[in-house]
């Protein structure tokens, strides 16, 4: 088998992304769900359908806020080393609606952590379908101590 012989190359998942390795109950009605670790971000991404459109038949914006939330939370984490004892709690999103999508389109994600600091954290992102900007998103993030289990 070689690396264009994977499930994901055969559906059209450019390389490197691989199954989210995190699920949500958010994000379960859009799965399949993909991800692709750099060495400074987690990128998402999806095959649109359906399922991601509003009544017009429009992608709708809310699936791209809320996966633009988690690929920054996500990649603020792992700037971060995935700290265990710390948490991340969404303050501030913003997301500027540049273009459209249809279905059938790759849509990713694609973050920048900007600054990580020991209360707040920030990150943005370009958010492409097959390869056009179609918005951007900003973040700030609250890190929370976690507590202790009793």
Partial sequence: MTLTDTPQ??????AGFEPHFRKSPVTEPWEPLYSRRTDKAVQ?????AKA???SRGLIHGGLIAALSDNAMGYSVAQ???????????????AVDF?????????????PEVI????????????IRADDVVIARANAAFRVLAKKAAS
């Fill in 9 to 14: 190359a055969a559906a059209g998942i450019p």
């Fill in 44 to 48: 998402m991404g999806l095959r649109l």
């Fill in 52 to 54: 991601h459109t509003n």
């Fill in 79 to 93: 700037t971060m080393g995935w700290d265990q004892s710390k948490s991340l709690v969404t303050i501030s999103l």
């Fill in 98 to 110: 540049i273009g459209g999508a249809q279905i059938g389109q790759w849509l990713s994600i694609e």
């Fill in 115 to 126: 600054r990580t600091g020991s209360t707040i954290s920030f990150a943005q992102s370009l």
